[in-house]
C-alpha cells in the first residue's frame, strides 16, 4: 500500500482488546481490524489480553512498570485507536476497564487522553443485548476520554456462528467487510487531523472552559 500521512509519519494506529483467554473473539476482532489499518497504510501495535492484565489502578500509586508504561506510552503517541470488549454483566470488562484507567496518565498532555483521536469501537457478547450495551458504554467512555467514537460500531453475537479460525482468520465475510471500513474511518481520521493541523496547528489542545466560555469566567469570577 501506497504510503500515506505525513512525509515522515504513517498513522499510527492502537488496537486494545482480549480477554484473558487466548484467542478471545474480541481479540481476534481487534487483530482483524489492525491488519485492514495495516492494509490502509497504518502502523499498527496491538495490546491483547495479557498486555492489559495490570493492577488495580491506584491514584496514590505513580510507578510504572515496563507494561503498564508501553501501554500509556503507545496511547499518548497514537493517531487513532480501535477496541473491543467483551459484555460482561451488561458491560465492558473490568480488565479492559482497569486498563483504561491508566490513561489518567495522560490528564494534563496537550492531546490530553484520547483527545483528536478516531476511536473504533467493538463490542461481543454471548447475545445481542450485552453486545449492544457494552458497546453503548464503549463509546461513552471514549466520549470521557475525549475521544471521537467512528460512526460505525459493530457488535458480534459470539454464539450464532464460528467468526474465527483457529488462526484468527476471519471466516465471516460480512464482519471482515465492517471491520475494514472501521479500520478505514480511524485511519482516514487520523490523516485529516494531520491536514487540519496545517489549517489550525492547536485545535487538539483542548481548551480549558473559562477560555472557551468567557461568560462562564464572568459569572465564575463573581
Ligand atoms: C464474567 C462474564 C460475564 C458475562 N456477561 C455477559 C453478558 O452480560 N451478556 C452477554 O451477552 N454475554 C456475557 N458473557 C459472555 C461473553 O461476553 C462472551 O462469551 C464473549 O464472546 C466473550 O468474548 P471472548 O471470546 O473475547 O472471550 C459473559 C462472560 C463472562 C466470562
Not at 509519519?9 to 492502537?14: E, K, W
Request: some cysteine; charged content about 25%; glycine content about 8%.
Amino acid at each position: 500500500m501506497e504510503r500515506i500521512g505525513e512525509p515522515d509519519h504513517s498513522p499510527f494506529i492502537v488496537g486494545i482488546g482480549g480477554t484473558t483467554r487466548a484467542h478471545s473473539t474480541s481479540e481476534n476482532l481487534v487483530r482483524t481490524a489492525l491488519h485492514h489499518a495495516e492494509e490502509a497504510g497504518a502502523e499498527a501495535k496491538m495490546f491483547s489480553g495479557p498486555d492489559l492484565m495490570m493492577p488495580i489502578y491506584d491514584v496514590s500509586d505513580t510507578n510504572r512498570d515496563k507494561k503498564q508504561q508501553a501501554f500509556v506510552d503507545a496511547l499518548r503517541r497514537c493517531d487513532g485507536i480501535i477496541m473491543c470488549s467483551p459484555g460482561y454483566h451488561g458491560s465492558i470488562s473490568g480488565h479492559l476497564k482497569n486498563a483504561l484507567d491508566y490513561t489518567q496518565d495522560l490528564a494534563d498532555d496537550p492531546k490530553a487522553y484520547f483527545g483528536a483521536r478516531a476511536v473504533g469501537c467493538i463490542a461481543v457478547g454471548a447475545g445481542h443485548q450485552g453486545a449492544n450495551s457494552t458497546l453503548s458504554h464503549l463509546r461513552e467512555i471514549v466520549h470521557a476520554l475525549r475521544g471521537w467514537p467512528t460512526p460505525l460500531g459493530i457488535t458480534v453475537n459470539s454464539t450464532e456462528k464460528r467468526y474465527f479460525d483457529s488462526d484468527g482468520a476471519c471466516l465471516d465475510e460480512g464482519l471482515d467487510q465492517k471491520l475494514r471500513y472501521m479500520a478505514r474511518q480511524v485511519v482516514v481520521f487520523a490523516v485529516m487531523r494531520f491536514t487540519a493541523r496545517a489549517v489550525y496547528p492547536d485545535w487538539e489542545v483542548w481548551p480549558e472552559y473559562k477560555e472557551y466560555f468567557p461568560k462562564l469566567r464572568i459569572e465564575a469570577s463573581n
